[in-house]
């Protein structure tokens, strides 16, 4: 199964990259294992994702950008509204990062 990279640049994702950093550097990991947990991060973020989320977010704001590079769509919104069944919520910005699905599974 194919995994993109894109759950590393979330705040777990990045304290999971910095910490296996810090372990390589003072040799308590290899940087091949280091890499293993990397790529097993990002399996494991795309299994949990696609069955434990159920809930469904509509999102309406100001498109300041949006980008489609390599088959991943990349928006920014400004002034954006989320709605879920839990509430409403209104943020200054948020970016949204999208890829096909169906490229994962080839």
């Known amino acids: 199964m194919a995994t993109f990279e894109l759950y590393r640049r979330s705040t777990i994702g990045m304290c999971l990259t910095e910490t296996l950093d810090q372990m390589v550097s003072s040799g308590v990991l290899s940087p091949e294992l280091a890499i293993q947990v990397l790529i097993q991060f990002d399996k494991s973020m795309t299994e949990a994702l696609e069955s434990e989320v159920k809930s469904k977010v509509s999102i309406k704001g100001h498109l300041h950008t949006y980008r489609f590079c390599d088959n991943v ?7 954006a509204q989320l709605k879920s069944e839990e509430g409403q919520e209104t943020v200054d910005s ?3 990062v999208a890829c096909d699905s169906k490229l994962l599974t080839q």
Do not use: A, R
């Open 73 to 79: 769509w990349t928006f920014i919104l400004q002034n």
């Open 94 to 96: 948020v970016k949204i």
